[in-house]
T-cell receptor, first 109, second 111 residues
């Protein structure tokens, strides 16, 4: 099955910098989700988006559901060391969920 | 706090062994899923189940089978483990609206 195209694959940033990652697909999804996976743990849901054009914030995180329903982005502002991990996008259509390959984020203190 | 619990965090098995990975959820979700996660490949769906005793193949079912005898439990079975099945295995459950809740994962090494 088709996975989503997530970029970048990895990022190395300085503490305090802002981060942006995105996800695109050739298919339309009804829901876009962003997960974070800490080392040695399973992914945990950060933000869920249910409407095209929706912009949602969760603390320092902001995500948008693209107007075409084929893309989404996640921004992290003022990064801190505990932001380290792998961020996954996911597109959901009914009971079908597709994941991006993940963006590995490293934050240097 | 809702939970998906995977029975083992780390497993080491020998080639040819039959391996059982267990997953239990306490959210009364109909849907349960098994993924494997490999570097650079993201999450790949092995099998899923929408109801008790029901199973569907995902994208990479070869070498695996599953069992769902009770709503809360979904087991992944490696009939004859091979070294290329060394991976992180993630179980998830969902209702169709709210996305997936994942377990903490089982890191399986086949030697």
């Amino acid at each position: 099955g088709q996975q989503l195209n997530q970029s970048p694959q990895s990022m190395f940033i300085q503490e305090g910098e802002d981060v942006s990652m995105n996800c695109t697909s050739s298919s339309i999804f009804n829901t876009w989700l962003w997960y974070k996976q800490d080392p040695g743990e399973g992914p945990v849901l950060l933000i869920a988006l249910y409407k095209a054009g929706e912009l949602t914030s969760n603390g320092r995180l902001t995500a948008q559901f693209g107007i075409t329903r084929k893309d989404s982005f996640l921004n992290i502002s003022a990064s801190i060391p505990s932001d380290v991990g792998i961020y996954f996008c996911a597109g959901q259509r009914n009971n079908d969920m597709r994941f991006g390959a993940g963006t590995r984020l490293t934050v240097k203190p | 706090d809702v939970k998906v619990t995977q029975s083992s965090r780390y497993l080491v098995k020998r080639t040819g062994e039959k391996v059982f990975l267990e997953c239990v959820q306490d959210m009364d979700h109909e849907n349960m899923f098994w993924y494997r996660q490999d570097p650079g490949l993201g999450l790949r769906l092995i099998y899923f189940s929408y109801d008790v005793k029901m199973k569907e193949k995902g994208d990479i079912p070869e070498g695996y089978s599953v069992s769902r005898e009770k709503k809360e439990r979904f087991s992944l079975i490696l009939e004859s483990a091979s070294t290329n099945q060394t991976s992180m295995y993630l179980c998830a459950s969902s209702s169709s609206i709210y996305g997936y809740t994942f377990g903490s994962g089982t890191r399986l090494t086949v030697v």
